[in-house]
Nanobody, 124 residues
């Protein structure tokens, strides 16, 4: 059974940090690009950051550049999102996704496997 399970979300004050994890099972993890997307209440889903299957390439939304870092550990079948200098606008449900390699990292249509998400709430 293919599964992506996110963890690490929670409530944090503005300026704080969180580290999200996404554990993959049932797939050849190092064949897939991985990404984080988020969706806030009343807003459309948006791309946050992506990493290629071998970790050689990363891409970020302008809104998180310099604050968030995506990484992966192929030996542990896990992708991470380190979030620093958090802002109330970062409040959302964060989903990880797996997609075929050699596709654009920021395009949600390139991802066919999605996790259920983890809630991140940033208080002002």
């Amino acid at each position: 059974q293919v599964q992506l399970v996110e963890s690490g979300g929670g409530l944090v004050q503005a300026g704080g940090s969180l580290r999200l994890s996404c554990a993959a099972s049932g797939l050849l993890f190092n064949w897939y690009n991985m990404a984080w997307f988020r969706q806030a209440p009343g807003k459309e889903r948006e791309f946050v950051g992506g990493i290629s299957w071998n970790g050689a390439s990363t891409n970020y939304a302008d809104s998180v550049k310099g604050r968030f870092t995506i990484s992966r550990d192929n030996a542990k079948n896990t992708v991470y999102l380190q979030m620093n200098s958090l802002k109330p606008d970062d409040t959302a449900i964060y989903h990880c996704a797996a997609g075929l390699r050699n596709r654009a990292l920021e395009d949600a249509s390139n991802y066919g496997i999605w996790g259920q998400g983890t809630q991140v709430t940033v208080s002002s």
